[in-house]
Every structure is written in C-alpha cells, then in structure tokens.
C-alpha cells in the first residue's frame, strides 16, 4: 500500500484514508486520471454504473502498473438495478466494464425509499460478499433509519456509507450514528461547489496559518473527523495536493470553526431523490 493512512472496516478489511472520485469523467479522462492517480500513491478509487466511467476506471487500473491487490476499487449499483436479482446482473455488468476479477466496495448508490426495494438489494450484495465477488458492501445517501433497517431486517450492517459532507454539511448526527455503529463514513463532494468553501475567509487564514491550501484544509478536515475524502480532480498537480493531508493537523478549535453548523445541501434529499 502507500504511504496514505487507513482504516479498519467492521468487516476486517482496510480502506486509505482518502481516495480520488471519477465524477463527472468520461472514459478518457478516467482512464488517464485514475492511471495518474495511482502513480502518485493513490489506492482508493471511486466510480459507479451511472458515471459512465467504469470502463475508463479499469483501463486506468490495469495501465497503472500497481499490483491489483493494492488498489481499492469501489463501484455503485445504480437504482434502476435495485431488485435482488437485478442487483447481481448489474454487478457482472459492472465487473466486465471494469475488467476485474472482484470489486473491493460495492455500494448502493441512492435508497430510493419510495421504490422500497433497497433491502432487496442489499441482500443480494450479502451474496456477492459471500462469493467472494465482492470485499465489502456498503451504501451510498443512507439516513440513520435506512440503516437501521438494514440491521433489522438483515443482520448485516454496511461497512462504509458515503454521504455529502462538507464544512458546510458537517453530518454531525449521522457521523454520530456510524461511530456508534461501526459504520465508516465516506465523504463525497468533500469541498462542497468549491469556492464558497475555499474561498472563505475563515478557510483561508487556516490555510495561511499552516503553509498549506484551503483545499488541503478541507479534506484535512474530514480526514481529522475519521471521514474518507473522494475528491474528484484530473489534473495531476491538485491530485497531489490532494495526497498530500498528513504532513500538518487542525488544531481543535481550527476543526470546530470549520464545521460552523451550517446545514447546506448542494445534491439530493436522500428521503426523495431518485435516480435510476
């Protein structure tokens, strides 16, 4: 593995500490995007069915050189695919476009609540981990009662679920209930719509204070609070700044200003949004 931190998960496995998302690349750009990334010690790699990218993600792995056992690759089940036996299809579609043999994360990308077919699909995703298909399972814009019925209805909690959090949607209550579940939190959008975030003054002196960027202080910032950044870039140069997290640390009072109680959501409701 690199020299990136990670995490334990609650099924035995480990995932670094922040990752790169592919969103919204196509197959070019992912492919020389997620190659670069892995040359400059990225392990974590962030795609879904409906990014449309899943080809280009693999091509950039197998491109990279880096032994396939190092690389976290984690792809999403897209919510026209929720079904138990759809959600197998739609893996074996998304394991031949990626090329790979197993995919490390498997994640539901939306609930959608109102098709109500999310359990179903979870059980499905039990069986791809039972099959050694997959490494681990998780969700992606679940709430605290998604989870807890999966819980309920299961036995299985997800290892990982990936939310939109940023300093302007801290997720303080829901972190609150995947520490107490064992639930690790991933952290898409990490730097919001950008500038409102990196642009603020508050940000800025921080990052002065330290000799680094603001958008190093952001993803600083999740990484402090045990959350695992996947910001998307393709440019190598801010690839590597965004590695490049562990060298300085937030003071308390720096992670508190940060996280000013601000409750801004820039994508959808995880109660109503649906995309199939």
């Known amino acids: 593995m690199s020299g990136t931190p990670d995490h334990a998960l ?11 998302g592919t969103y919204p690349l196509d197959d070019a750009a992912a492919e020389e995007a997620v190659a670069g990334a892995l040359g400059l010690g990225y392990r974590l790699i ?40 759809e959600t197998l299809a739609s893996f074996e579609e998304s394991r031949a476009r990626l090329g790979v043999e197993y995919v490390d994360l498997y994640l539901i990308h939306w609930p959608l609540p109102r098709v109500d077919k999310y359990v179903d699909t979870w059980k499905a995703m039990v069986r791809l981990r039972e099959d050694g298909l997959v490494r681990s399972i998780g969700v992606s814009n679940f709430t605290a009662a998604h989870l807890e019925r999966l819980e309920l209805e299961t036995g299985v909690l997800p290892s990982v679920n990936q939310i939109e959090m940023h300093p302007l949607l801290p997720q303080e209550e829901l972190r609150a209930v995947h520490a107490a579940k064992g639930v690790l939190t991933e ?37 402090q609070l045990g959350a695992v950044p996947i910001p998307k870039s393709a440019d190598p140069g801010r690839q590597r700044e965004n590695l490049d997290l562990f060298g300085f640390e937030l003071t308390a ?22 995309e199939f």
């Open 46 to 85: 962030d795609t879904a069915l409906n990014y449309g990218n899943e080809t280009g993600t693999g091509r950039g792995i197998a491109r990279s050189g880096v032994p396939r056992e190092e690389v976290r690759l984690t792809t999403k089940v897209p919510g026209r695919h929720h079904g138990y036996e």
């Open 187 to 223: 952290s898409w959008s990490p730097l919001a719509r950008g500038r409102e975030v990196l642009e603020d003054p508050t940000t800025v002196a921080i990052a002065r204070d330290h000799g680094v960027t603001p958008g190093q202080v952001v993803l600083r910032w999740h990484t």
């Open 10 to 20: 609650n099924d035995g496995t480990r995932l670094p500490a922040v990752g790169l």
């Open 253 to 274: 009072q720096e992670l508190t200003t940060l996280s000013s109680g601000r409750q801004r959501r820039f994508g959808g409701d995880p109660e109503s949004h649906e």
